[in-house]
């Protein structure tokens, strides 16, 4: 089976960083995605990681750790707009096809 | 530009009621898949099609029933509506896993109230 944690909510202010963590323990990890949602809307693809290390992508950065089975979203230079709830996800391939298993996500609430 | 598409967006349904959600998606994908989401518990999986014509069950699939006649279409139903399938509906596709850097997109999600 699959446990992934990640903090139900996390405040910042609109300029600042705010790094979301986001622990797992599965049996046949084929990756990590982070997806956003903004309230009311569907969740959209922002990251995936598959080997260790570092992803950048403008504002948003990813880590992977798989010996430690943890990875997290940094997200730089904050806007209002980056108010949502941010999933973590991880692929299991142990029944072959290879299904995503969600973390509850965190809601980022980001102030003036 | 559609990308998956979900109908209705919204419906109230009276306990014991039937409905079927549907999904359409126009990016030939192989994969698609129906989840719920409720409050504090994420996303979690109901049924997935890994093609045409094939379908199995995911997390919770207990009360659902699919179908997957044509590869653009998936289809979720409820033959007898209960309050505990209140929830958000999302439908999802993507390509095979084999692709494994290919995320899931989804729709935009059914609110769905059984009273």
């Known amino acids: 089976g699959q446990n992934i944690d990640q903090p139900t909510e996390m405040t910042a202010t609109e300029g600042a960083i705010v790094q979301i963590n986001c622990t797992y323990q599965t049996s046949g990890f084929n990756g990590l995605f982070w997806y956003q949602q903004h309230a009311g809307e569907a969740p959209t693809f922002l990251s995936y990681?598959?080997?260790?290390g570092l992803e950048e992508k403008g504002r948003f950065s990813s880590f992977l750790s798989r010996s430690k089975g943890y990875s997290y979203l940094l997200l730089k230079e904050l806007q209002m707009k980056d108010s949502a709830s941010y999933l973590c996800?991880?692929?299991?391939?142990?029944?072959?096809?290879?299904?995503?298993?969600f973390g509850a996500g965190t809601q980022v609430v980001v102030t003036p | 530009n559609a990308g998956v598409t979900q109908t209705p967006k919204f419906r109230v349904l009276k306990t014991g009621q039937s409905m079927t959600l549907l999904c359409a998606q126009d990016?030939?994908?192989?994969?698609m898949y129906w989840y719920r989401q409720d409050p504090g518990m994420g996303l979690r999986l109901i049924h997935y099609?890994?093609?045409?014509?094939?379908?199995a069950k995911g997390e919770v699939p207990d009360g659902y029933n699919v179908s997957r006649l044509k590869k653009q279409n998936f289809l979720l139903g409820l033959e007898s509506a209960a309050p505990s399938q209140t929830s958000v509906y999302f439908c999802?596709?993507?390509?095979?896993?084999?692709?494994?850097?290919?995320?899931?997109?989804f729709g935009d999600g059914t609110r769905l109230s059984i009273l």
């Open positions: 990681n598959v080997l260790d």
């Open positions: 999802a596709s993507s390509y095979a896993h084999l692709r494994i850097n290919q995320p899931q997109h």
């Open positions: 099609s890994v093609g045409e014509g094939t379908t």
């Open positions: 996800a991880v692929r299991d391939v142990t029944d072959s096809w290879g299904k995503l298993q």
């Open positions: 990016m030939n994908h192989e994969y």
